[in-house]
């Protein structure tokens, strides 16, 4: 049984930071690509950030890029994404993804397990 465990996140002001972490269990973290989306109230679920099965490919959604960074310690079976520059827009319920492959893309359907989600609320 997969099993994901997400941490992290919280109440932030608007220009601070946030770490999340996300830890598997029940699968080959080093085989998969891992990925981070959001979801706003009343929005769908968007795509924040991928990285690929070893690290050494990693993408951001534009709204993100410069301020957050995805990474992944394959020995401790953990992916994070850190947040900095934290603005209100970035505010949601924030998912990690195990991918299907070594590489996964921005659509939720190339992910088959998901985290449960912790909330990141930004003030402004």
């Known amino acids: 049984q997969v099993q994901l465990v997400q941490s992290g996140g919280g109440l932030v002001q608007a220009g601070g930071s946030l770490r999340l972490s996300c830890a598997v269990s029940?699968?080959?973290?080093?085989?998969?690509?891992m990925g981070w989306f959001r979801q706003a109230p009343g929005k769908a679920r968007e795509f924040v950030a991928t990285?690929?099965?070893?690290?050494?490919?990693?993408r951001y959604a534009d709204y993100v890029k410069g301020r957050f960074t995805i990474s992944r310690d394959n020995a401790k079976n953990t992916v994070y994404l850190q947040m900095n520059s934290l603005k209100p827009e970035d505010t949601g319920v924030y998912y990690c993804?195990?991918?299907?492959?070594?590489?996964?893309?921005?659509?939720?359907?190339?992910?088959?397990?998901w985290g449960q989600g912790t909330q990141v609320t930004v003030s402004s």
């Open positions: 993804a195990v991918g299907r492959r070594y590489y996964s893309g921005s659509n939720p359907a190339d992910y088959d397990y």
């Open positions: 029940g699968r080959t973290f080093s085989s998969y690509a």
């Open positions: 990285i690929s099965w070893n690290g050494d490919s990693t």
